[in-house]
């Protein structure tokens, strides 16, 4: 079976969309409706019900969406195996979003390489719905993810209570004095919500990042200012390329562990615990960003807007 059909089935059905499926695919629609047409003749079903609102699965598609998943699953595990170098015997891949790598990925993969020497290791970058098909086809066995989205044969795990705050490039900034310096960062549907409340003179400044912690290099280039994770920037803060702006309500973004259940029992063990030993330091370096804060509104805390941080609540 030919594997690429098989994720071009799995993305299709996912999507309910054939234009979304070769949008994320980097492949033309035409391609993906070949590649679902190949695989229908060759099972001899109709997989997809096509209309002008998408494409959902059959009930021969949906039996079939089980065994794609676990065909590429044992395929994964089959090619990372066979990859392992000389010298190791085990093997992990991990994802995380660009800001989770600084200060916890690679502080994270030390510890691993620590307490099991003999483990080969990969890492992965990309956004939530990247990361997630990776957990999702057996690419990735665990990965961290600000919104993560939870799938059959997956699990999730809160390590982080990071915050949102506000910075700029520039001492003594106020939120009041950010008119056509500000940049508005989308960090999802919550904080948009929380933040039009908070802060509406700032929710359509006429700039707007999806790129995450990568505009903090943005901000101090450009004399700008944009909500940033805490823990991320003390080292800005800590280097003065960066400032806290005073009077600025601060939003919760948790960091959570996706990982596959179907994990080696050992190494997701040793994982687990090796990043929560690692999540403990990069808490603390958050902690320090929220004292500098609390000192410089001369409160013991700040205001934190938008708390919603229930396992509960993570989408299905």
């Known amino acids: 079976m030919d594997i690429t059909l098989l994720k071009t089935f799995l993305e299709v059905a996912a999507t309910g969309s054939f234009v979304s499926a070769s ?5 033309t629609q035409s391609a993906v409706s070949l590649r679902v047409q190949r695989l229908e003749d060759s099972l001899g079903k109709p997989l997809f019900t096509r209309s002008k609102a998408g494409a959902e699965l059959t009930p021969a598609g949906r039996e079939f969406e089980r065994y794609a998943l676990s065909m590429i699953r044992v395929w994964e ?35 691993m390489q620590s307490a099991m020497p003999d483990l ?19 690419i990735t066995q665990i990965g961290l993810l600000y919104t993560p989205q939870l799938r ?9 209570e990071e915050e949102l ?28 919500g929380a933040h039009a409340i908070a802060l509406p003179d700032l929710t359509n400044p006429g700039l707007t990042f999806s790129l995450g912690a990568m505009v903090a290099e943005y901000a101090i280039n450009r004399q700008a200012a944009a909500y940033l994770p805490a823990r991320y920037v003390k080292k800005y803060l800590d280097s ?32 687990l615990s090796k990043l929560n030993l690692v999540s403990s330091h990069a808490e603390a370096d958050g902690d320090a960003v929220l004292s500098q804060l609390a000192v410089l509104n ?11 941080n229930d396992v509960d609540d993570i989408r299905s």
């Open 77 to 111: 595990e089959a090619r990372q195996q066979v990859a392992i170098p000389e010298g190791f015997t085990r093997s992990i891949s991990i994802g995380a979003q660009y800001s989770l790598w600084p200060r916890l990925g690679f502080r994270w993969i030390d510890q």
């Open 120 to 138: 080969n290791i990969r890492a992965e970058l990309g956004m939530p719905d990247r990361l997630t098909r990776f957990l999702i086809e057996g």
């Open 165 to 192: 705050v506000l910075v700029a490039s520039w001492k003594g900034a106020t939120c009041d004095g950010l008119t056509g310096r500000y940049v508005f960062v989308d960090w999802g549907p919550e904080f948009i």
């Open 240 to 271: 003065g390329d960066l400032h806290l702006v005073a009077d600025a309500p601060r939003f919760p973004y948790p960091v959570w562990a996706v990982w596959r259940t179907d994990m080696e029992k050992d190494v997701r063990d040793m994982a």
């Open 23 to 27: 949008d994320r695919l980097f492949v």
């Open 298 to 308: 001369g409160d013991e805390t700040a205001e934190i807007l938008g708390e919603k």
């Open 152 to 160: 059959p044969g997956l699990s999730a795990d809160m390590v982080l």
